[in-house]
C-alpha cells in the first residue's frame, strides 16, 4: 500500500508521510512544544511522554466496554474462557507468518462495531490531539490481541530464534540509524489487568531517555531495530494498566510483549493508533473506506491476514460510525462539515 510519493497532513503542523505509518516532521514528537492546550494529559503526563516514550490515560474507554471486546475476542476465535483446553485449538497454518500470529495471540478481527465504538471514542482521540498536536487524524485500523500461557501450539520455542532483526521482546518501530527517524505513535488498549507472570507490553524507558546519546557511542553496522543493550542499565519495565487504560508509545521507544508465563490466565489487549491523516493519498484513503465498509482485511501491512476459518465479513454488518468516526477513517473530510460530505464521494480527498 505505501507509495514513495510524500503526502503532506492538512494540520497546521506540517507532517509527511507515504503510507500513513510513519511520518517526517520538522520537529521530532519528543521535543514538539505545544500550540494547543492539552485535552486529555496533564502537564506531567505529556512531560512524561517526552521524557520516556510513553503515556497510560487511564480509563479512555470504560470497563465496561472493555470487558465486551475481552468477550468478543474469545467468542471470535471460538475459545471459551472458562476450558483452557479449547484455547489451543490444532489447526492448519496457511504460512510460518499464520503459526507466528498464532503463537503471539493475534485476534484477526478488524472492524467488528466493538472496536470502531473504541477508534471513535472522543477521549481516546483527544489523547493523539495531545501528542501530535494535531486535530486532523486518521485511525488504524488494527486488531486484537488474546494471548493465552505459551505453551503446546502457542509456545515462542515454535518460533526460529534469530540474533538479529524483529525481536517480539524488544525492538524499536522505526531504523534508528537513520540521521533523521521517521516520527510514529502506537498505542494499546488493555481489556485485562497487568500481571507481571501474564506479560504483555513492555518498554526501556531510560533508554528512551537517552537514546541519542547512547546511539553516538553506538559500533556503525549496529542492529538498526534491535538493541543491544544492559537491562541491568536499561531496564525493562512493564506499565501497569487496568481494563480500559490507553496507552500510547513513541516508535522510538524500545519495546516488545513479553511471555505468558502463568498457569492459566490471559492478557487481552486491542491495537490502536492515531495519526495525521493523508486526504491526498487517494489511494490509500479508498483502500481505508473499502476496507470498512466490505470488512475486508486491511492492506496495509503484510501481517495482516484475516481469519483463516471464517472471515469476519461473512459474520458482522459494518460498523456504523459518529461523525468522528466517519472523519477518522476518511470518509469525511476534516475541511468540511459532515452534512457537505457524502459516503464514496471523492471530495474528501482534496482538502491537503
Known amino acids: 500500500m505505501s507509495q514513495d510519493f510524500l503526502h503532506r497532513s492538512p494540520s497546521d503542523i506540517p507532517y509527511f508521510s507515504a503510507n500513513a505509518e510513519t511520518y ?8 514538539l512544544t505545544k500550540s ?14 517526552q521524557t520516556y516514550g510513553y503515556v497510560v490515560v487511564r480509563e479512555a474507554i470504560s470497563p465496561a466496554a472493555a470487558r465486551e471486546l475481552l468477550d468478543f475476542a474469545w467468542d471470535f476465535q471460538g475459545l471459551d474462557p472458562g476450558r483452557p483446553e479449547t484455547w489451543y485449538p490444532q489447526r492448519e497454518y496457511r504460512s510460518d507468518l499464520d503459526r507466528d500470529l498464532h503463537v503471539y495471540g493475534f485476534v484477526e478481527a478488524y472492524h467488528h462495531q466493538l472496536l470502531w465504538d473504541s477508534r471513535q471514542s472522543q477521549r481516546v482521540y483527544d489523547a ?18 488474546l494471548n493465552p500461557p505459551n505453551v503446546g501450539n502457542r509456545d515462542r520455542a515454535l518460533i526460529p530464534h534469530t540474533d538479529t532483526g524483529f525481536d517480539i521482546e524488544l525492538h524499536w518501530d522505526v531504523d534508528t540509524t537513520l540521521s ?12 485485562t ?11 526501556a524507558p531510560e533508554l528512551f531517555r537517552v537514546l541519542e546519546r547512547w546511539k553516538a557511542l553506538q ?10 543493550v544492559d537491562r541491568a542499565v536499561f531496564p525493562v519495565v512493564q506499565p501497569q494498566l487496568n481494563p480500559g487504560d490507553l496507552l500510547i508509545f513513541n516508535g522510538l521507544l524500545a519495546h516488545g510483549v513479553g511471555p505468558n508465563v ?18 491526498s493519498h487517494e ?29 469476519e465479513s461473512l459474520r458482522y454488518p459494518a460498523a456504523t460510525l459518529n461523525p468522528l468516526g466517519r472523519r477518522l477513517l476518511g470518509l469525511d473530510s476534516w475541511g468540511v462539515t459532515t452534512s457537505e460530505s457524502t459516503i464514496g464521494e471523492p471530495a474528501c480527498a482534496g482538502s491537503a
Do not use: K
Open 128 to 145: 493523539f490531539v495531545d501528542v501530535w498536536d494535531c486535530e486532523e487524524l486518521w485511525v488504524s485500523l488494527d486488531r486484537l490481541n
Open 24 to 31: 517526517l516532521a520538522q520537529t521530532p514528537l519528543r521535543d
Open 193 to 203: 489487568q497487568t500481571r507481571p507472570e501474564l506479560g504483555g507490553f513492555q518498554c
Open 180 to 191: 533523521v527517524p521517521p516520527q510514529r505513535v502506537q498505542g494499546i488498549i488493555a481489556l
Open 283 to 311: 489511494r490509500l484513503r479508498r483502500s481505508r473506506i473499502d476496507s470498512w465498509r466490505e470488512l475486508s482485511t486491511p492492506d496495509w501491512n503484510a501481517t495482516l491476514l484475516g481469519d483463516a476459518i471464517r472471515h
Open 36 to 49: 494547543r492546550p492539552l485535552r486529555v494529559l496533564s502537564e506531567e503526563d505529556f512531560a512524561h511522554w
Open 219 to 228: 559500533p556503525a553496522d549496529r542492529d538498526p531495530i534491535r538493541p543491544d
Open 262 to 279: 502463568s498457569e492459566n490466565g490471559v492478557r487481552a489487549a486491542q491495537y490502536l493508533a492515531m495519526m495525521p491523516a493523508l486526504e
